[in-house]
């Protein structure tokens, strides 16, 4: 499939628009989106970073005088790059590294919002390779539901968990 921009080369970037229950797809190649800079093909004034930002001012409001001020004063800015929350607000990007630890108050709220509640992430593991990890997963998701079965003081499950725990771990060849 060829480019439906250029017409000359493979299309490698693939974009679905639903609007109004209308399917409207995208192909385009790596060049002529880098051409229109981060926009997304078929739309005039919208870039993956205005998501972003639209998403990161969604707590801005209007307020009173003496709120502003004192909000001027604790200005959030990077210490290694001097970025700024709103500075980061307005471009929906990162000016470094730590500005993920400076910024991450603000972000927190935004990303489990997004992710449903979720802002853990571990990753994805091979299974060829990932035996012993996703045993070292499963061990761990075992010792929470352990816990939560220990607070509610239903004992006899506990112990059977526990049991199965100790199991899996005998197979691992030693304990956590």
Known sequence: ???QECQ???ATLHFTKIINGEKN???????????KGDFIPGSNSFSIHNLLSGLLNFEQHPLSESTSKARSQQVMQ?????MTYSEFAKIGRFGCSNCYKTFASKL???????????TDHSGKIPKRIGNDLLERKKINQLRQHL???IHQEEFEEAAQVR???KSMEKR?????
């Open 108 to 118: 927190d709220p935004v990303l489990k919002r997004i992710h449903g509640g979720n």
């Open 163 to 165: 049991d199965q725990i």
């Open 78 to 82: 990077c210490s290694k790059c001097g």
């Open 172 to 176: 691992l060849g030693g304990s956590d």
């Open 8 to 10: 000359q080369r493979p």
């Open 1 to 3: 499939m060829y480019c």
């Open 25 to 35: 797809e995208i192909h385009i190649c790596e060049q002529c989106a880098k051409e």
């Open 147 to 149: 816990q939560q079965l």
